[in-house]
């Protein structure tokens, strides 16, 4: 087994880098071209459109997982990889609960989210040390120029869900709704997204790849 220090990070994630930057513009210039709400919804946080750069996660995590797998990076155990995963998945819903009753305002919720995203990436790097690196440097890849386009949406005022606050978030100015909407949650919440659904997804795709075969009479 490879040492995950020597884990060729920016070679692996090149491509998928390349091509989710090619999906942001294509959401970006079906949303400026009002083209259709199905594919390209302007909707605060995205309305589940189907052209979006979140459903890149799982092919990504599961293209990472077994080109690490093949490379000699693979996880200590399966089954401690995937319980890890999945406990990395409850801290920000277990979060969200605890801080419910708290009634926090929406720039504080951010705030506390974007904390536990935190922790759940620490969490989820535990599952899978050498996918979980290669998944956060990919999610910086894809994230990074989502945060720039809401900028310039933002002091655009472009109406696309790049530029589309949450309901009920108050009025703030530009730069600090680009912070708390668009530069925090990019940055942490949807970091944590990546690593912990593309840890998951990865780590039962080698675990079905190398599932024990049946013996043949």
Avoid: C
Avoid at 181 to 187: A, D, E, I, R
């Amino acid at each position: 087994m490879s040492d995950d220090k020597d884990v060729p990070v920016w070679n692996l994630i090149g491509v998928p880098a390349v091509i989710t930057l090619g999906v942001t513009l294509l959401r970006l210039a079906g949303e400026l071209q009002g083209w259709s709400p199905r594919f390209f919804s302007r909707e605060a946080g995205g309305g589940l459109a189907i052209v979006g750069i979140a459903w890149l996660v799982p092919v990504f995590g599961v293209y990472f997982a077994l080109k690490l797998a093949r490379l000699g990076y693979p996880p200590s155990s399966v089954g401690r990889a995937l319980g890890i995963a999945f406990l990395a998945l409850l801290v920000v819903p277990i979060v969200g609960v605890a801080s419910s009753p708290l009634k926090l305002s929406g720039p504080v919720q951010v705030t506390v989210f974007s904390l536990a995203a935190l922790g759940a990436v620490w969490v989820g790097l535990r599952a899978w040390p050498a996918l979980g690196k290669t998944l956060i440097a990919y999610g910086l890849a894809a994230r990074i120029p989502v945060a720039l386009v809401m900028l310039a949406a933002i002091l655009g005022n472009w109406g696309t869900h790049y530029d589309a606050p949450p309901p009920g978030f108050p009025t703030v100015g530009a730069w600090a709704e680009w912070f708390l909407t668009g530069l925090l949650p990019q940055l942490t919440i949807w970091i944590a997204y990546t690593v912990v659904l593309g840890t998951i997804f990865g780590v039962a795709a080698v675990a079905l790849m190398h599932r024990p075969r049946p013996a043949t009479a």
